[in-house]
């Protein structure tokens, strides 16, 4: 079992950078391959980012390939994702989720637990 929860979110303009965290409470995490996915208003949740156990290995969707980092902290239990150049199209609540395998996923059903998550809003 392990429980997440997001921060950093907020109101931001076009071009603005912000990194949001995810906290992961258990003493599982170094086991777990993470992501960042976001749901906008009206659409489906979708993937944006994942990261495997050790943090070696990433991967994005290319919509946010390079403008997006994710990164993550095992000794604080913690997952990042910097978002720079935002625009209006990155409007959406962005979750961490985690899955106990090796790999990320860019598939969200692979996900087995996931945070509240965290508004991110984007004017132009």
């Not at 994005?60 to 990042?80: E, P, Q, W």
Request: charged share 20%.
């Amino acid at each position: 079992q392990v429980q997440l929860a997001e921060s950093g979110g907020g109101l931001m303009h076009a071009g603005d950078s912000l990194r949001l965290s995810c906290a992961a409470s258990g003493r599982t995490f170094s086991d777990r391959a993470m992501g960042w996915l976001r749901q906008a208003p009206g659409k489906g949740r979708e993937f944006v980012a994942s990261i495997n156990r050790s943090g070696g290995i990433t991967d994005y969707a290319d919509f946010v390939k390079g403008r997006f980092t994710i990164s993550r902290d095992n000794a604080k239990n913690m997952l990042y994702l910097q978002m720079n150049s935002l625009v209006p199209e990155d409007t959406a609540v962005y979750y961490c989720a985690a899955r106990a395998f090796q790999d990320g996923s860019n598939w969200d059903k692979a996900y087995d637990f996931w945070g509240q998550g965290t508004q991110v809003t984007v004017s132009s």
